[in-house]
T-cell receptor, first 114, second 113 residues
């Protein structure tokens, strides 16, 4: 039972490069989320999705785009990476609204932007 | 607006002693409150939640938390700490009608053998 799988686990980018982080869940969850974790700041929501084909902005959406073309996948894109985007990125999913339902997290992607 | 405060960045406790990790929240309306734990190089794992009902909530690995509406707190507790409890603990708050949770900044718990 894989749960929530994130790829890649590690990545180093140069400023201005682009990349896509992939999140896949096998629990048939409707809701999916992308967070970033920075020291002393906890987890901050970047974007989320309440179902296939939908996306919405979270607390810190600038510089990121997302897509949810399939229910099981949620992609996070960085079009032009900046050093401020160096962080650990976590994907999560839940059955219903993340405000009341348990969220299940992936193992994270550690991204460094030089 | 919703917010969560975890006033202690670090909590140290001796193995076998009781532990408390503090959390206070601010939200309009009735809160949904969660505790998650993060072990090194892992994602967050659910420990327990309060939605409604009994103010004392029991969760995984012997942890419990008490919802105190008057003090807007949701402190995490365990009667006897284990070395394996050493991890980063996050409190989170949500509310009816919202689609997401707000997380605190985390408290690092170290249990000393």
């Amino acid at each position: 039972n894989a749960g929530v799988t994130q790829t890649p686990k590690f990545r180093v980018l140069k400023t201005g490069q682009s990349m896509t982080l992939l999140c896949a869940q096998d629990m048939n969850h409707e809701y999916m989320y992308w967070y970033r974790q920075d020291p002393g700041m906890g987890l901050r929501l970047i974007h989320y999705s309440v179902g296939e084909g939908t996306t919405a902005k979270g607390e810190v959406p600038d510089g990121y785009n997302v897509s949810r073309l399939k229910k099981q996948n949620f992609l996070l894109g960085l079009e032009s990476a900046a050093p401020s985007q160096t962080s650990v990125y976590f994907c999560a999913s839940s059955w219903g609204t993340g405000s009341g339902d348990i969220q299940y997290f992936g193992a994270g992607t550690r991204l460094s932007v030089l | 607006a919703q917010s969560v405060a975890q006033p202690e960045d670090q909590v140290n406790v001796a193995e076998g002693n009781p532990l408390t990790v503090k959390c206070t929240y601010s939200v309009s309306g009735n809160p949904y409150l969660f505790w998650y734990v993060q072990y090194p190089n892992r994602g967050l794992q659910f420990l327990l939640k309060y939605i409604t009902g009994d103010n004392l909530v029991k969760g995984s690995y012997g942890f419990e938390a008490e919802f105190n509406k008057s003090q807007t707190s949701f402190h995490l507790k365990k009667p006897s700490a284990l070395v394996s409890d050493s991890a980063l603990y996050f409190c989170a708050v949500g509310k009816t009608g919202a689609n997401n949770l707000f997380f605190g900044t985390g408290t690092r718990l170290t249990v000393i053998p």
